[in-house]
């Protein structure tokens, strides 16, 4: 190993050790300090927020380390995660009847699970330009719809001079063309290997099942037969999906109350998690 890439490794290691030492040293909130403090958020207490977001960054930790396999590195997966929370927390109602963390998750992993597509979509480019593409991307959304046209401020960024900027402006442009020879014999361009639905994705399998376990989590919180309903109609411990008229031999009920059943237990998730959630795990489920 050169001693360049030993010491990126070892700047990397000890950012991540350093951050990961100061999340642990945050101490967690009470149901009732939670609750207390969602409150105070929706009457504009920022420092109210600002706690939430804090107690739970050790659970954007939690989740990012399950995506371990996908080749991103973990500080980039828990920085894309923290947004991902942020979201949560600026959407959480504590009269809904479910923890912060419980409500979290499909954010976090919303968050983390399109940063390793895009991730996936450029994992033959040479490491160093992923990386300079993703601070870039990440520094340009920061500066607003004004943008960085001058590129002033971003010479202050770590790591990051006016010079670089421009060489990764330059590449960024060069990218969005589909006909750019990618990999490492550029024999293959990023519209050949987006058109291959050959190549296996096992990172989107990965997610679909951890967004199911998610799901399942969540839908044992109902009342037990609603939650007994979406489990048989959804298949979501692994059974094949059951009818409507399935469901209701078993239950001793219609068809019809079944589906009631069905749509008040929608209905319930709905309110507790919003509708853009409630639609991805529909479509989770359905594909």
Do not use: C
């Amino acid at each position: 190993m050169s001693e360049a890439k030993q010491v990126r490794i070892d700047e990397d290691t000890d950012i991540l050790g350093l951050y990961l030492a100061e999340v642990a040293r945050i101490p967690p909130l009470s149901e009732e300090e939670e609750r207390e403090l969602a409150r105070r958020m929706r009457s504009g207490d920022r420092a109210a927020r600002d706690r939430l977001i804090l107690s739970h960054l050790r659970l954007v930790v939690s989740i990012a380390r399950e995506y371990g396999d996908t080749g991103m590195d973990l500080l980039d997966m828990i920085q894309e995660g923290n947004l991902g929370l942020i979201e949560a927390v600026n959407r959480f109602d504590p009269e809904r009847g479910f923890r912060l963390s419980t409500y979290a998750r499909w954010w976090i992993r919303q968050a983390i699970g399109a940063a390793i597509e895009r991730y996936s979509q450029m994992i033959r480019l040479p490491v160093h330009l992923f990386r300079a593409i993703v601070r870039f991307q990440r520094l340009k959304a920061s500066f607003g719809a004004d943008g960085i046209e001058e590129g002033e401020e971003l010479v202050l960024a770590p790591g990051l001079t006016l010079e670089r900027v421009r060489r990764v402006e330059r590449t960024l442009r060069e990218f969005i063309s589909l006909d750019l020879p990618i990999g490492e014999a550029e024999d293959d361009t990023l519209e050949e290997i987006i058109a291959d639905e050959s190549v296996p994705p096992p990172e989107k399998e990965a997610l679909r099942e951890l967004f199911r376990e998610d799901l399942l989590e969540m839908v044992n919180r109902l009342p037990p037969r609603d939650a007994l309903v979406l489990r048989l109609r959804y298949g979501l411990e692994g059974a094949r999906p059951q009818t409507l008229a399935e469901i209701g031999n078993l239950l001793g009920v219609s068809r019809e109350r079944v589906r009631q059943l069905e749509e008040r237990a929608l209905k319930r998730l709905k309110e507790a998690w919003g509708q853009e959630a409630l639609a991805f795990y529909r479509r989770l489920l359905v594909d």
